[in-house]
């Protein structure tokens, strides 16, 4: 038996602290009884009565409460101890569990004792009525009434403390088992670890398989390391997943399409979709047949990446198995279709799954509407919305808040306010949330329509409800963006009054706002306010300041504060770096802005397409040449794709120097990759043909470039050839144009 001294500690460890409800429940385990007239001629009746109507398949649990209070409450009548005992064991197998614990505190009030089935059930009442704590409190009433506690009653409260968040308290509590007595099993050390991967504890949990396999010498099974797995993928940890089937393997345990799914389901999470499909492929090869969820999470996986090629050959080839698809695979294939543009097609498979006979749920309904809304289609999205209702389901607030969304995208604004009062003032609908209403108030400032967007706040902040930071950090965006720098002051002074915690974004919104509209004082001043006080400033911040600063000429400045990040204030992005090398470049300083290349690098941080484009646009200028190629090597092999800004620099540069083949041979790279040729790099290359010698044969060399498919001005090369015909005819070219 576990020691009583044990148990009185953990019980100590875990009582919660004293509350009437705790009173309640301890004051029942002991009771007074009295006397009357019986309402059953004999107790053997009563036990009868009771237990039939708690007979299957139609049981009457709530009749059979009532009569037991009855009989003993107005009678004083007690049915028999295996009745009262029967009962709460039944009501707790039929998870009626708050039934089963006011029998069991009724027949603690009349004395009769429980039965360690009664004990047990009532622990697993306590579990799922989340009252771990005093689920473990029933252990004690076990060994005081001389009863054995077994590995299922310590795997039941394991299972609550775990379900309740409490898993760190579930490990102390196995730990103080006497593993003489009681000893864990599978049961207990997965759930353990269930509960720890749900906490993202995965490497504590793989502690704990070790450490338990040490002490109570028994093996994981293949449930063990689906759960592992799972845990490992969700933390992106899949080659340590991977190698967990390799482990099972080798410990002789066979994978079944439970682990394998778990393994597909983590590998499509993460975007591994392909590799997900090899693992399919294997189970096939082994004969272990997929199920539903195995093709499920793979059909979601290409349909996230916009492979709906590869979707539809496994559809089919799920079909061809006959394993039919459930509500699972049609919502990710709906959510497929959708977001790749294809609402239409999306409305046709929901359709055929209406017609399969599978009842999709809210979350289906809303992905389809949101699908819909986004391609503009709001007369078929309002037809769903018609079908949900008809088909008994109630639209949440995500459903209108994406209807109100895709009525202000589509520019019906007056509807979409229709709508948002309809959710206030109708008892019909749902009540709006703070999404709802940010949404509307940031359709309406995207139209311009200011006014309007303005009055529904202030109706809403009058009414103290739905008042978020982010509905004023969108409308005072919006009014700095207008120019209106008075009304964006007047929030700002009144979402402190509302004591609302200005967050990361506000502080961002207003300072960028300020910076864009030129007026850097009041920028600078709410920087440096906003620091004094203590508030998080992002790099964000910082860029928007040094770059209107940079734009202005203060450059000092601008570089005060990059040092002040550089000194632990806010680590600098790519932003940063690329803002102060473009400035400092722009004041003549090379040697300075190759440091700043240098160290930039050094910190971790790798150019990007705007900080090549920038140094070598600045080395160019200068006919620096030989340094603006080797930028330009180091862009490409950087897997970088240079601009057009890019290419017309490195042509000026090299027209300067007379680099005839250097033109020529950045011409023909640039046709190798199909660069498409606007009006300033067509203005460009002629201007550098025209300072090519004329012994030259400018047909022969210069490449074919393709002709730009979208709108705007370009050129192929043989247009090109002809303008340069007629400015410069002496050099005589072929005319096979």
């Given at each position: 038996?576990?020691?009583r001294?044990?148990?009185s500690?953990?019980?100590?460890?875990?009582q919660s602290p004293?509350n009437?409800q705790?009173?309640?429940?301890?004051?029942?385990?002991?009771?007074i009884t009295?006397t009357?007239?019986?309402?059953?001629?004999?107790?053997q009746?009563?036990?009868?009565?009771?237990?039939?109507?708690?007979?299957?398949p139609?049981p009457k649990?709530?009749?059979a409460?009532?009569?037991?209070n009855?009989v003993?409450d107005?009678?004083?009548?007690t049915?028999?101890e295996?009745?009262?005992?029967f009962?709460?064991?039944?009501?707790?197998?039929?998870?009626?569990?708050?039934?089963?614990?006011?029998?069991?505190c009724?027949?603690r009030?009349?004395?009769?004792?429980?039965?360690?089935?009664?004990?047990?059930a009532?622990?697993e009442?306590?579990v799922y009525?989340?009252?771990?704590?005093?689920a473990?409190g029933?252990l004690?009433?076990?060994?005081?009434?001389?009863?054995?506690?077994?590995?299922y009653?310590?795997n039941v409260?394991?299972?609550?403390l775990?379900?309740?968040g409490m898993v760190?308290?579930a490990?102390?509590?196995?730990?103080?088992?006497?593993?003489?007595?009681?000893?864990?099993?599978?049961v207990?050390?997965?759930t353990?670890?269930r509960?720890?991967?749900?906490d993202?504890?995965v490497?504590?949990a793989?502690d704990?398989?070790?450490?338990?396999?040490?002490?109570?010498?028994f093996?994981?099974?293949?449930?063990?390391?689906?759960?592992l797995?799972?845990?490992?993928c969700?933390?992106g940890?899949?080659?340590?997943?991977?190698?967990?089937?390799?482990e099972?393997?080798?410990?002789?345990?066979k994978e079944?399409?439970v682990?394998?799914s778990t393994?597909?389901?983590?590998?499509?999470n993460k975007?591994?979709?392909?590799?997900?499909?090899e693992?399919?492929?294997e189970?096939l090869e082994?004969?272990?047949?997929?199920?539903?969820?195995?093709?499920s999470?793979?059909?979601?996986?290409?349909?996230?990446?916009?492979?709906?090629?590869?979707?539809?050959?496994?559809?089919?080839?799920?079909?061809d198995r006959?394993i039919?698809?459930?509500?699972?695979?049609?919502?990710g294939m709906?959510g497929?279709?959708?977001n790749?543009?294809?609402?239409?097609?999306a409305i046709?498979?929901?359709?055929?799954?209406?017609?399969r006979?599978?009842?999709?749920?809210?979350?289906t309904y809303?992905?389809?509407l949101?699908?819909?809304?986004?391609?503009?289609?709001?007369?078929?999205?309002?037809d769903i919305?018609?079908?949900?209702?008809?088909?008994?389901?109630?639209p949440?607030?995500i459903?209108?808040n994406?209807?109100?969304?895709?009525?202000?995208?589509s520019?019906?604004?007056?509807?979409?306010?229709?709508?948002?009062?309809?959710?206030?003032?109708?008892?019909?609908?749902?009540q709006?949330?703070?999404?709802t209403m940010?949404?509307?108030?940031r359709g309406?400032?995207?139209?311009?329509s200011?006014?309007?967007?303005?009055?529904i706040?202030?109706k809403?902040?009058?009414n103290?409800s739905?008042?978020d930071?982010?509905?004023?950090?969108v409308l005072?965006?919006a009014y700095?963006?207008a120019?209106?720098?008075?009304?964006?002051?007047e929030?700002w002074k009144?979402l402190?009054?509302?004591n609302?915690?200005?967050?990361s974004i506000s502080?961002?919104?207003?300072?960028?706002?300020?910076c864009?509209l030129?007026?850097?004082?009041?920028?600078?001043?709410?920087?440096l306010?906003?620091?004094?006080?203590g508030?998080?400033?992002?790099?964000?911040d910082?860029?928007?300041?040094?770059?209107a600063l940079?734009?202005?000429?203060s450059?000092?400045?601008?570089?005060r504060?990059?040092?002040?990040?550089?000194?632990?204030?806010?680590e600098?992005?790519?932003?940063?770096?690329?803002?102060?090398?473009?400035?400092?470049?722009?004041?003549?300083?090379?040697?300075?802005?190759?440091?700043l290349?240098i160290d930039?690098?050094?910190?971790?941080?790798?150019?990007?397409?705007?900080?090549?484009?920038?140094?070598?646009?600045?080395?160019s200028?200068l006919?620096?040449?030989?340094?603006?190629?080797k930028?330009?090597v180091?862009?490409?092999a950087?897997d970088?794709?240079?601009d057009?800004?890019?290419?017309?620099?490195l042509?000026?540069?090299?027209?300067?120097?007379?680099?005839?083949?250097?033109?020529?041979d950045?011409?023909?790279?640039m046709a190798?990759?199909?660069?498409?040729?606007?009006?300033g790099?067509?203005?460009?290359?002629?201007?550098?043909l025209?300072n090519?010698?004329?012994?030259?044969?400018?047909?022969?060399l210069?490449?074919?470039?393709?002709?730009?498919?979208?709108?705007?001005?370009?050129?192929?090369?043989?247009?090109?050839?002809?303008?340069?015909?007629?400015?410069?005819?002496?050099?005589?070219?072929?005319s096979?144009?």
């Amino acid at each position: 038996m576990i020691i009583r001294k044990q148990i009185s500690n953990i019980w100590v460890t875990f009582q919660s602290p004293f509350n009437p409800q705790n009173l309640f429940f301890i004051k029942h385990f002991s009771a007074i009884t009295q006397t009357r007239s019986p309402l059953f001629s004999d107790t053997q009746k009563l036990d009868t009565h009771l237990r039939s109507l708690c007979e299957k398949p139609n049981p009457k649990y709530n009749n059979a409460v009532s009569l037991f209070n009855h009989v003993i409450d107005d009678f004083r009548q007690t049915p028999s101890e295996s009745t009262c005992n029967f009962l709460v064991v039944t009501l707790a197998k039929s998870k009626e569990y708050n039934l089963s614990l006011r029998v069991y505190c009724k027949m603690r009030k009349a004395q009769v004792l429980p039965r360690f089935l009664s004990l047990a059930a009532l622990i697993e009442c306590f579990v799922y009525v989340h009252k771990p704590k005093l689920a473990i409190g029933v252990l004690g009433l076990m060994l005081k009434n001389g009863y054995k506690v077994n590995v299922y009653v310590v795997n039941v409260i394991l299972k609550g403390l775990c379900e309740n968040g409490m898993v760190v308290n579930a490990i102390k509590f196995v730990w103080g088992l006497d593993m003489k007595e009681v000893t864990p099993d599978i049961v207990s050390l997965n759930t353990l670890m269930r509960g720890l991967c749900r906490d993202k504890k995965v490497q504590e949990a793989l502690d704990l398989r070790f450490s338990m396999e040490k002490v109570v010498n028994f093996a994981p099974n293949s449930y063990t390391y689906g759960i592992l797995m799972e845990g490992l993928c969700s933390e992106g940890r899949l080659d340590d997943a991977i190698g967990l089937l390799e482990e099972m393997r080798v410990k002789g345990l066979k994978e079944d399409v439970v682990v394998y799914s778990t393994l597909i389901n983590g590998l499509c999470n993460k975007g591994y979709v392909s590799r997900g499909k090899e693992f399919l492929n294997e189970m096939l090869e082994k004969g272990i047949s997929p199920s539903v969820v195995t093709y499920s999470c793979l059909i979601n996986g290409f349909c996230k990446q916009g492979k709906l090629k590869e979707t539809t050959m496994l559809y089919d080839d799920m079909l061809d198995r006959g394993i039919q698809p459930d509500i699972v695979t049609f919502t990710g294939m709906i959510g497929g279709l959708g977001n790749n543009g294809m609402a239409k097609k999306a409305i046709e498979l929901f359709n055929l799954m209406i017609r399969r006979r599978e009842e999709p749920g809210n979350i289906t309904y809303n992905i389809l509407l949101s699908a819909l809304c986004k391609e503009g289609l709001l007369a078929d999205a309002f037809d769903i919305l018609r079908l949900m209702i008809e088909k008994g389901k109630t639209p949440d607030v995500i459903t209108y808040n994406t209807l109100v969304k895709g009525l202000c995208k589509s520019g019906k604004l007056d509807d979409a306010v229709t709508l948002f009062d309809s959710m206030l003032g109708d008892e019909t609908y749902v009540q709006p949330d703070v999404i709802t209403m940010n949404v509307l108030i940031r359709g309406l400032c995207q139209e311009g329509s200011l006014d309007k967007a303005g009055e529904i706040h202030n109706k809403m902040v009058e009414n103290k409800s739905l008042v978020d930071i982010g509905t004023f950090t969108v409308l005072i965006g919006a009014y700095i963006k207008a120019g209106n720098i008075v009304k964006a002051f007047e929030l700002w002074k009144q979402l402190n009054q509302l004591n609302l915690i200005p967050d990361s974004i506000s502080h961002s919104t207003i300072i960028d706002g300020f910076c864009k509209l030129c007026a850097l004082n009041i920028a600078k001043g709410l920087f440096l306010r906003f620091r004094k006080k203590g508030y998080h400033l992002t790099a964000f911040d910082y860029n928007s300041l040094m770059d209107a600063l940079c734009k202005e000429g203060s450059l000092e400045q601008a570089r005060r504060l990059f040092q002040e990040m550089l000194d632990g204030n806010c680590e600098p992005d790519v932003i940063s770096y690329n803002i102060i090398i473009d400035s400092t470049l722009e004041a003549g300083n090379l040697q300075s802005a190759k440091e700043l290349l240098i160290d930039m690098s050094q910190r971790g941080l790798s150019p990007d397409v705007f900080t090549f484009s920038i140094l070598i646009n600045r080395f160019s200028k200068l006919g620096q040449m030989e340094e603006a190629k080797k930028l330009f090597v180091r862009m490409n092999a950087s897997d970088l794709t240079p601009d057009i800004t890019v290419y017309d620099c490195l042509l000026k540069g090299f027209s300067l120097n007379g680099e005839t083949e250097e033109i020529i041979d950045l011409l023909r790279k640039m046709a190798a990759k199909g660069i498409e040729l606007d009006l300033g790099l067509t203005s460009t290359i002629l201007q550098c043909l025209c300072n090519i010698s004329e012994d030259l044969n400018v047909e022969e060399l210069l490449p074919n470039f393709s002709q730009k498919k979208s709108e705007g001005f370009s050129i192929p090369c043989s247009e090109l050839l002809m303008k340069l015909q007629k400015s410069l005819p002496k050099l005589q070219l072929d005319s096979a144009l």
